[in-house]
């Protein structure tokens, strides 16, 4: 299971950081990553990290903004996201795949959403 948390109301310009547990199975040869959902919208990518931290990907719209990382010893990944914008709210799921490019395109693992929610 894949248990995200740390999302909340803030307003932009502001700071969150997102974690995202692994319980019950290990993630630590997976690479891991975020997606998030805005009403009426489909999900997108976020961000993703390879299984030892080494590489990271984002979406445009969040490059130079959020910053991924994983801690393979504490089994979780957090996504700290900066310079919060409106258009960052959405609810953020957590995921997980083999590898980073199969798990932008659609990973095998989800986690539960936490709502992030940044006003102007």
């Known amino acids: 299971q894949l248990q995200a948390s740390g999302g909340g109301l803030v307003q932009a310009g502001g700071s969150l950081r997102l974690s995202c547990a692994a319980t019950?199975?290990?993630?630590?040869?997976?690479?891991m990553g975020w997606f998030r959902q805005a009403p009426g919208k489909e999900r997108e990518f976020v961000a993703a990290?390879?299984?030892?931290?080494?590489?990271?990907y984002y979406a445009d719209s969040v490059k130079g903004r959020f910053t991924i990382s994983r801690d393979n010893a504490k089994n979780t990944v957090y996504l700290q996201m900066n310079n919060l914008k409106p258009d960052d709210t959405a609810v953020y799921y957590c995921?997980?795949?083999?590898?980073?490019?199969?798990?932008?395109?659609?990973?095998?693992?989800w986690g539960q959403g936490t709502q992030v929610t940044v006003s102007s």
């Open positions: 995921a997980a795949d083999s590898t980073a490019l199969i798990l932008t395109a659609g990973p095998a693992y």
């Open positions: 990290v390879n299984w030892n931290g080494g590489r990271t």
């Open positions: 019950g199975r290990t993630f630590s040869s997976a690479a």
